[in-house]
């Protein structure tokens, strides 16, 4: 399975646009890379999934380079209650459904 | 509201109680999923179940027991637990596509249960 490391937290103000670099190395040619997000005493919460490029939702923005062991969550005029953990997966392996949660990045917004 | 539902919210037992956690899902999914999550540790997987055959056990102690009758019913049985047992068990769906090639699945999680064991 495909590690991945990222900021252990993060701070931002309201309005700012954040960005969460995430690393896998060792992405597999049929892993996808995907973010959650979790609130306190939530389960995690589909934000945005990619294969190379650039993906864009109503939520989020992720960018991913053309080597794709790299990307990158771009959260666009945070406000408060995106003060969560976002976690950053690569799984795609046929036949291996579950997900492996790292530890994640402690996103904390201020006003 | 993600279609997948858990009961009960909050649970506090003693060791040699015997209790069950409840997960439902009405998203039409073919697979559910079992996390712990302990304070300050990432999620850690427990189970697996596709088209209601459990196909991964995480090295989980004999003192959880999953169960899933149905597709859209996922149980999770407790007894003689240890304090260390405390934690936040989530539940989640996805759609397990039975396709070759690169899976996408997204997996939805239910609200969890908080579990204290004094």
């Known amino acids: 399975l495909a590690k991945t490391t990222q900021p252990i937290s993060m701070d931002s103000y309201e309005g700012q646009e954040v960005n969460i670099t995430c690393s896998h190395n060792n992405i597999a040619t049929n892993d996808y890379i995907t973010w959650y997000q979790q609130f306190p005493s939530q389960g995690p919460r589909f934000i945005i999934q990619?294969?190379?490029t650039k993906v864009t939702n109503e939520v989020a923005s992720l960018f991913i380079p053309a080597d794709r062991k790299s990307s990158t969550l771009s959260l666009p005029r945070v406000s408060l209650s995106d003060t969560a953990v976002y976690y950053c997966?690569?799984?795609?392996?046929?036949?291996?459904?579950?997900?492996?949660f790292g530890s994640g990045t402690r996103l904390q917004v201020q006003p | 509201e993600t279609g997948v539902t858990q009961t009960p919210r909050h649970l506090v037992m003693g060791m040699t109680n015997k209790k069950s956690l409840k997960c439902e899902q009405h998203l039409g999914h073919n697979a559910m999923y079992w996390y712990k999550q302990s304070a300050k540790k990432p999620l850690e997987l427990m189970f697996v179940y596709n088209f209601k055959e459990q196909t991964e056990n995480n090295s989980v102690p004999s003192r959880f027991s999953p169960e899933c009758p149905n597709s859209s019913h996922l149980f999770l049985h407790l007894h003689t637990l240890q304090p260390e047992d405390s934690a936040l068990y989530l539940c989640?769906?996805?759609?397990?596509?039975?396709?070759?090639?690169?899976?996408?699945?997204?997996?939805?999680f239910g609200p969890g249960t908080r579990l204290t064991v004094l």
């Open positions: 990619g294969y190379k």
């Open positions: 997966l690569v799984e795609g392996e046929t036949g291996r459904r579950a997900l492996t």
């Open positions: 989640a769906s996805s759609q397990d596509e039975l396709a070759g090639g690169t899976s996408t699945d997204t997996q939805y």
